[in-house]
């Protein structure tokens, strides 16, 4: 199902209103984690003047160690459904095994399946019967083909509205926190026909190198991004150094834009 001999014609994935993998180049934007009612509604306001229209927000965060902030779950939920009404924004959120989806699928627009689940069969499963787009990041060591296979699990339950995400893969190198594998996008384009973003957040770790990757991604053809924005990046919770301020972000989403009016 997810093969380019199975569909010829890109597939267009709806969320809400938003159309990923059409004409036009999708922001994804948002705070790693919903911190608080403020944060998130502050991060949808300005996100969305820059011209993002899906807000993210995780509520369950699947972190490194278990001491590190774990998410506000369903409140964070609330609160995320609450700025993307307010914002007409739609919404994209984390969901970690099937009691959160089961939850999230009540308040989001889209549900995303995170690095470390990607090859969580019954969750995979689950997305597929959720009735939900679904945002599907690469593992963080998944070769492009098990990705696909992945991607190949939702479909397979009768949900055709999945986007890939490539976050960065884990390689020898060390300066950033990933290594962004760009390769993906020609090759996922010429294997598939699904959608494709780019999270150059989790990719490079760093914020000050989310602009020369997201200018990147556009330019090979990607279908978006997925950034990371926090009103007070020193501050934020979870993933701080990578994400951008409101007017980084307002800056990046220019240049991504005239970037795609020449390729
Ligand atoms: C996230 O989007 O905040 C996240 C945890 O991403 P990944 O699953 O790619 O690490
Ligand atoms: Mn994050």
Redesign the pocket.
């Known amino acids: 199902l997810v093969s380019r001999e199975a569909q010829e014609e890109p597939t267009v994935v709806r969320v809400k209103d938003v159309a990923i993998g059409g004409r036009e180049i999708v922001l994804a934007a948002g705070p ?1 984690a919903v911190e608080s009612r403020e944060q998130i509604y502050d991060a949808a306001v300005r996100v969305k003047a820059a011209g993002a229209k899906i807000l993210r927000g ?1 509520a369950y965060k699947p972190r490194t160690s278990p001491y590190s902030f774990q998410g506000l779950e369903e409140e964070g939920l609330k609160i995320l459904a609450g700025a993307g009404e307010e914002t007409g924004l739609a919404t994209v959120s984390e969901v970690v095994d099937l009691p959160s989806l089961d939850v999230a699928r009540g308040y989001v627009d889209m549900l995303q399946i995170g690095a470390r689940n990607m090859q969580n069969f019954r969750l995979l499963q689950a997305a597929g019967r959720s009735g939900k787009p679904i945002l599907l990041k690469r593992g963080l060591s998944a070769t492009i083909e098990e990705w696909l296979m992945a991607a190949e699990y939702i479909m397979s339950e009768g949900n055709s509205q999945v986007v890939l995400c490539e976050r960065g893969i884990r390689t020898f190198e060390t300066a950033t926190r990933n290594t962004l594998d760009l390769n993906a996008v020609p090759v996922v384009k010429e294997l598939s026909h699904l959608p494709i973003l780019i999270d150059p ?2 990719a490079t770790g760093v914020a000050r190198w989310v602009g020369p990757m997201s200018r990147a991604a556009i330019a090979a053809g990607a279908d978006g991004l997925l950034v ?1 924005v926090h009103p007070e990046p020193s501050k934020a919770l ?2 701080g150094p990578q994400s951008l301020t409101p007017m980084a972000f307002t800056r990046l989403a220019q240049e991504v834009k005239r970037v795609a009016e020449s390729v």
């Open positions: 790693c995780g957040s989790h990371e979870s993933d």
